[in-house]
């Protein structure tokens, strides 16, 4: 009786002491769960999501405000992401956030633009530069597609691009399925 | 331990011959496109010379347009820092427009098109006058003006290697003679027929890069070429070249794998041979070079192997470069009946084309036509039995049947560590497999896709950093707004208190 | 001017299939085979008939019920090498009904539930066995003694009527017709103290394994060598395997030689080599590398003699195959090959 009890003193606090010493030896600093969401989403800072941008819906999906299927550009692959780290299913995409598109691009066509800069301030990520009365233009490798520019323009003169597809673009497709197996 | 620095062991490239791993032993069929002299074809009535023949890089813009006349040689295409592109002939411009090229969709790109006027007319040529004394950059910059690229296949700019070899200071050029690859022959006839101008190229592009040495590799089959080469390097001033034999086993022509069996060292992961003090070019570029320096003659036409059995005689030519291939299988005697595929390159890595109108570039040292019988699989795809024969073959040591799974399961993370990028898609694992997996597709497809995923990577990095900064800078205004309404606000307080003071002051003794 | 078909490179048609794969390991096993009947007469031709026959049905059904198509699966032949390597490890004159439930587990199990050819982690032929050996211990210990040692051995026809009626033809039923396998002699003859010198006295045994038993050995392995030539199987797992049960068994016979027997005769003994050969190397649930291939060959020999020493088998093999199974991944994940220009660590 007092053996086993003894014994079994001995291994709890050999136990406790060796899982003390794991936890802090062994201790994972994990990233923050925003932080590790923000990094999942396509970063387009569209707000389709009803969120200023990536960002402000990361913290709201922390937060568990919102949720993981509302963000277009990311799409179902997106999502898929999302839930794998937020280990919930998969659901697709909320229609009343839009639609799955391709990426795109705007240009301004320099000859209508007034020097306005309402676009200027519409974009969130700094990729028009000009300056008022002046005419403005895209930096091309720095615009997301986010199409938040479009609507304050009182000229209409911003035009959406398909991304181009020539050679250099062009990357080869995922083989077929196994014919065997259907 | 016993520490010998790399660099030291790859001074002596070639004194003795190593293995590298995997690899196969195929039947080479080589011999049937050897038997004739390599002649020029006649001139094809039109000619369309795609403006985007290099690896890497911009499209370069075209300097002529429709309707110009174009002399032989002359500079039709250029951009900053590629190489030139040359009119093959003299004649019309007809249109810059786009065209076919050597894609597997038949995707189309710019093109110059030109109609001969049949009159061969040169431009001004301007050579190198005094070889001997002229300074790498001049030869280096010939590099680049006569529109040299490798010509191994690779077609990457031969002065942006050749910069990298001299910042490196490359101890060894290597002269890639191995061509590993069946049924291509085109380097095997240009060494027998004009082995003096690739030993010359190989001593001018020796001194342009600051190596000490040259060694050009060929095969243990080719036994004419080894007699003539050692030929041509038998003078005074050739004492720097060697000629050695490797065993013919595929890809030792391979950049990577021909630097192993030479030195029996590995190039780093990540890294390129320069790192070793190794540059390889392959044999065609140094006697390119040779004309490009004493002739001042540019990349305009290039040894190409026509050969297969959908091909009635398959042979080597001296072709244009813009030359449609159609043209160059009628002067091979046509089509047989039974052509199923054109390939452009050789039966493991060469690229298939849709029509035979594709123009001849400078990447093509083979058309080669494939009837249904070399083609056909015997079996339909069945799933892995991991039988490791993929990996046993791979010359690059993975395990590709890792990789196919991982890239079919979207693991990119774990496909990236097991070594996706250093697929070099030789084949091999293709080749092997009882199961008959597309693996090369795949990879091809996986190392598509982690390109792919990288550039997202960065530009929504990008995009995330600026639209922090932005957020920053917004919050930034607002709170200098309202410090600055704070105290303009304090400002008219504690004017307005003065003045009330003052009022007071100054009423006082009114009030008095 | 002149349209073509495009398809990715290499252009150039394999020149294996995995059927090829799978008639060359059947070929390589014929000799063995031959000598099997040679000396335990025909039941082992039966056997072989009967698991071939319900394997291909099961096969069949399995496919049909994941709705895949039949043709390319049943030509692949790889329901017949399980359902072979299965009826080589059974008891010659097992009745048919063990072939039935072996095969239903072998391929309805531990094939195609986990997702049929290729992605199956365990053996099937020997979860099959397991599975019998573990339900029926008594049907599955009936072994035959070679048949220069039986007084009364069985042709064909009544090696048939045992498997399909469980009738001996013979006065005295099957204590007349079975005997304890060379293994089983020694691992009780050693449990009741009596010395291995002593226990070899005995007719069973011959050079080295028991009579008979060590010449089927010595045909597996000839098949072995064949499939080493033709690179079907790599060298690494039968070397590991046997090497490893040399290795481990030779201190104990050098300390004690009454007590243990003689490595040798535990490699011709039993299904040693057939497993080092045919069974270890089966590549879906072994392992990819050189490296793990020969840590898989070595575990499947400790374990082996570990179950054949200590366990309550006289044979192990089989389970040390599932065992070794089961650790393959794990033996994958950390013995990758290093690649071209990686350093080591």
Redesign the interface.
């Known amino acids: 009786m007092l053996t086993g009890i003894a014994t079994l003193t001995v291994l709890a606090l050999a136990f406790g002491l060796g899982l003390g010493w794991a936890g802090i030896r062994l201790r994972v600093r994990a990233d923050p769960v925003a932080e590790r969401i923000d990094a999942l989403l396509p970063q387009t800072q569209c707000g389709q999501c009803d969120f200023s941008g990536c960002r402000p819906y990361a913290e709201a999906i922390a937060k568990t405000e919102a949720d993981i299927n509302q963000c277009p550009p990311g799409g179902a692959a997106g999502i898929r992401a999302l839930a794998d780290l937020l280990g919930c299913q998969a659901k697709p995409l909320n229609p009343d956030n839009g639609e799955e598109k391709p990426k795109t691009l705007v240009v301004i066509d320099e000859q209508h633009c007034i020097g306005c800069t309402l676009c200027i301030q519409a974009c969130p990520v700094d990729a028009i530069v000009g300056a008022s009365k002046l005419m403005h233009t895209v930096i091309e490798s720095e615009c997301t597609g986010c199409n938040l520019c479009l609507p304050p323009c009182p000229v209409d003169c911003i035009d959406v691009l398909e991304i181009a597809t020539g050679i250099s673009q062009w990357r080869s497709p995922r083989p077929l399925a196994l014919a065997a197996a259907q | 331990m016993n520490y010998t620095d790399p660099i030291q062991v790859a001074r002596d490239a070639g004194k003795h011959t190593h293995h590298?791993?995997g690899g196969l032993r195929l039947r080479h069929n080589k011999r049937i496109s050897c038997g004739i002299p390599v002649e020029r074809p006649a001139l094809p009535e039109i000619l369309a010379v795609p403006l985007?023949q290099h690896l890497g890089g911009d499209v370069a813009e075209p300097l002529v347009k429709a309707g110009d006349r174009v002399l032989k040689g002359q500079q039709i295409g250029r951009c900053e820092p590629c190489p030139v592109v040359h009119a093959p002939t003299s004649g019309t411009v007809e249109a810059v427009e786009d065209r076919l090229?050597t894609?597997?969709?038949?995707?189309t790109?710019p093109c110059v098109v030109i109609r001969p006027d049949g009159k061969e007319q040169w431009v001004e040529l301007e050579p190198i006058s005094d070889v001997q004394n002229a300074s790498p950059d001049t030869l280096i910059n010939q590099l680049q003006e006569c529109g040299l690229v490798g010509l191994g296949g690779a077609v990457f700019p031969t002065h942006i290697k050749a910069l990298d070899g001299r910042e490196k200071r490359i101890h060894t050029l290597i002269l890639n003679g191995a061509e590993c690859e069946?049924y291509i022959s085109c380097d095997e006839m240009l060494m027998r027929e004009q082995p003096d101008k690739i030993v010359l190229g190989a001593r001018i592009l020796r001194r342009a890069l600051g190596a000490e040495r040259v060694v050009i590799a060929i095969e243990d089959q080719m036994g004419a070429v080894r007699e003539a080469l050692t030929y041509a390097a038998d003078c005074a001033e050739c004492k720097s070249v060697k000629v050695v034999k490797v065993t013919k086993i595929y890809p030792e022509g391979g950049e990577?794998q021909l630097i192993?069996v030479l030195t029996g060292l590995?190039?780093?992961?990540?890294?390129r041979p320069t790192d070793l003090g190794l540059l390889v070019q392959n044999v065609a570029t140094a006697a390119a070079f040779a004309e490009a320096v004493t002739e001042g003659k540019p990349l305009i036409e290039r040894y190409v192997t026509v050969t297969g059995n959908g091909i009635s005689q398959p042979r080597n030519l001296l072709a244009l470069i813009g030359t449609p291939f159609?043209h160059l299988v009628k002067a091979c005697g046509g089509?047989t009946e039974d052509v199923?595929?054109?390939?452009v390159?050789g039966?493991?890595?060469?690229?298939?084309?849709?029509?035979?109108?594709t123009p001849m570039v400078k990447a093509a040292n083979c058309i080669?036509a494939?009837t249904q019988r070399?083609?056909?699989?015997?079996?339909?795809?069945?799933?892995?039995?991991?039988?490791?024969?993929c990996?046993?073959a791979c010359?690059?040591?993975?395990?590709p049947?890792?990789l196919h799974l991982q890239i079919k399961h979207g693991l990119w993370d774990e496909a990236t560590e097991?070594?996706l990028t250093?697929c070099i898609?030789c084949?091999c694992c293709?080749?092997?497999?009882?199961?008959?997996i597309?693996l090369?597709?795949?990879f091809?497809?996986g190392?598509?896709?982690l390109?792919?995923r990288a550039a997202?990577a960065q530009?929504?990095?990008?995009?995330?950093k600026?639209?922090?900064?932005?957020?920053a800078r917004l919050l930034r205004t607002k709170q200098e707004r309202a410090e600055d309404m704070a105290l303009r606000k304090q400002m008219l307080k504690d004017k307005a208190t003065r003045e009330g003071r003052a009022k007071k002051t100054n009423g006082d003794p009114a009030d008095a | 001017m002149r349209s073509f078909q495009t398809s990715g490179a290499p252009h150039m048609p394999p020149q294996i299939t995995v059927a090829k794969v799978m008639l060359l390991v059947l070929l390589a096993l014929l000799p063995g085979v031959l000598a099997y009947a040679w000396f335990f007469g025909p039941g082992i031709l039966i056997q072989i008939l009967l698991a071939t026959g319900f394997a291909l049905l099961f096969e069949a059904l399995s496919l049909r019920m994941r709705g895949r198509s039949l043709k390319p699966f049943i030509n692949d032949y790889s329901a017949v090498v399980t359902a072979v390597l299965f009826a080589l490890s059974i008891p010659p004159l097992a009745p048919w009904w063990i072939s039935l439930i072996a095969m239903l587990f072998a391929i309805g199990f531990a094939k195609h539930l986990y997702g049929g050819l290729g992605l199956n982690v365990f053996n099937p032929a020997m979860v099959g066995y397991a599975v019998v050996l573990i339900s029926f211990p008594q049907v599955m210990t009936a072994w035959l003694p070679p048949l220069a040692l039986a007084e009364n051995s069985l042709g064909l026809y009544d090696s048939l009527l045992v498997i399909f009626t469980g009738q001996v033809p013979l006065a005295g039923g099957w204590d007349a017709i079975t005997q304890a396998t060379p293994l089983d002699t020694l691992k009780t003859g050693v449990e009741s103290g009596r010395m291995v010198s002593e226990i070899r006295q005995s007719p069973l045994f011959g050079d080295f394994g028991g009579k008979g038993w060590e010449w089927i050995a010595n045909w597996f392995a000839l098949g072995g060598l064949f499939l080493l030539y033709k690179r079907v199987i790599s060298w690494q797992v039968p070397v590991a395997v046997i090497g490893s049960v040399i290795l481990l068994s030779l201190p104990f016979w050098l300390a004690d030689p009454d007590g243990n027997p003689l490595p040798m005769q535990h490699v011709f003994s039993g299904a040693l080599v057939l497993a080092a050969f045919f069974i270890a190397t089966d590549p879906v649930s072994g392992c990819v590398s050189n490296k793990g291939r020969l840590i898989f060959g070595a575990g499947v020999g400790i374990i082996t003699l570990l179950i054949r020493r200590w366990g309550g088998y006289p044979d192990g093999v089989a389970f040390a195959v599932l065992l070794m199974n089961m650790a393959a991944p794990l033996i994958d994940r950390y013995t990758r090959p290093r690649m071209y220009g990686e350093r080591v660590k």
């Open positions: 590298f791993h985007l090229m894609h597997i969709t038949g995707m790109g069946p990577r192993q590995e190039v780093p992961f990540g890294g159609s089509y199923a595929r054109l390939v390159g039966p493991l890595m060469g690229y298939p084309v849709s029509s035979d109108a080669l494939l070399d083609i056909a699989a015997p079996q339909a795809e069945m799933p892995c039995i991991r039988c490791g024969e990996s046993r010359p690059a040591t993975l395990l049947q890792q097991y070594g250093a898609e084949g293709d080749i092997v497999c009882p199961s008959h597309p090369v597709d795949w091809r497809y190392k598509g896709e390109r792919q997202e530009a929504s990095d990008l995009a995330r600026r639209f922090e900064a932005r957020e």
